[in-house]
């Protein structure tokens, strides 16, 4: 069994954006600028957020941190994505999901411009990835496409069964999974909670990749031997044994199935430092396409 190392490959990653950004800098272009907005104070959201300014900073991004208390309205936080899709110095940003209850966020991420939807969640870039046109590709499934690209696992011809059929994961990855180009070629089939006989298809997978946000759901006897195994999942639960209180667990029952896997990503430290990275790649992407 290999280890999909997320962290690592997101660090060589990040590295080689380090030096782009200070080729950048000596040759007087424009630096990187991602904006993270987050509305409210999701303990999870914070977290994340507070991570993706930290890392823009490891390769010389610059950063900026928009903080929206939770009674923002609608058309207040409308207000705010106008402002940033008109403000020069922000190639691409980013507007932290879940939102409040009471915000549409359909709306909002249909009022971010398209060249700065950094999360590839507008309808024109997911439209755009599922025409193989060049757009932005959303961040988990681009960190994903690229932890099979760096270690050159094979995927034409091979069954990708992908369960979960979210906006942001599922549905984008089963698209990428069956383009006509690498990594994709696969016959894909995609999975969700209305699906019968779940373990009979995830047994017949080459490559399993889980995006259902539950814990432990992917046990021994729903994979094959030499099965190549990327769990998404991120899923809190408490434990004695850490500081903060929870630990994260994947969507995959680590200590069973990884016996049974040719590859394996851990959570944490697999699917995760990928993301933050594409999201990375995704603004240096932003950048070069409003400035050069
Ligand atoms: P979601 O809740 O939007 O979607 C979950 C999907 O799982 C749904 O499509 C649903 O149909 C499917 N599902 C639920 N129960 C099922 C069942 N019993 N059988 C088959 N399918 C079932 O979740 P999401 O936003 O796609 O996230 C999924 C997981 O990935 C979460 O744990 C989330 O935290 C994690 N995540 C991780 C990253 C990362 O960077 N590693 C990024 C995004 C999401």
Do not use: W
């Amino acid at each position: 069994m290999i280890l999909l190392d997320g962290k690592k490959t997101a660090e060589q990653i990040q590295g080689e954006i380090a030096q782009v950004v200070q080729q950048r800098k000596s040759s007087g272009k424009k630096i990187p600028h991602l904006a993270a907005v987050l509305v409210g104070d999701n303990p999870a959201s914070k977290t994340y957020v507070t991570s993706k300014v930290k890392t823009c900073e490891k390769v010389g991004f610059n950063s900026s941190l928009v903080q929206l208390a939770s009674d923002i309205t609608q058309s207040e936080l409308i207000d705010q994505v106008i402002r940033l899709n008109s403000n020069p110095d922000i190639d691409g940003y980013i507007v932290q999901l879940p939102l409040p209850k009471h915000i549409s966020e359909r709306k909002i991420i249909e009022a971010i411009h398209p060249s700065k939807d950094v999360d590839g969640f507008h309808p024109v870039n997911v439209g755009k990835m599922a025409l193989n046109l060049p757009g932005f590709i959303s961040a988990t499934p681009f960190g994903i496409l690229q932890l099979i690209k760096r270690y050159k696992i094979p995927t034409e011809g091979k069954h990708c069964v992908v369960i979960g059929r979210s906006n942001i994961v599922g549905s984008p990855m089963s698209i990428l999974m069956a383009r006509n180009e690498y990594p994709g070629n696969c016959t894909v089939t995609l999975c969700h909670s209305r699906s019968k006989n779940l373990p009979e298809i995830t047994r017949s997978a080459d490559i399993l990749i889980a995006a259902i946000g539950k814990t432990d759901f992917v046990t021994a006897d729903m994979v094959k031997e030499g099965v190549v195994v990327i769990d998404v999942g991120i899923n809190r639960v408490s434990s004695t044994e850490t500081k903060s209180g929870y630990k994260l667990k994947g969507d995959v029952k680590f200590d069973e199935v990884s016996g049974k896997c040719a590859y394996i990503t851990p959570v944490p430290g697999g699917v995760g430092p990928m993301t933050i990275t594409a999201l990375l790649q995704n603004t240096l992407l932003a950048t070069e396409q409003l400035h050069d």
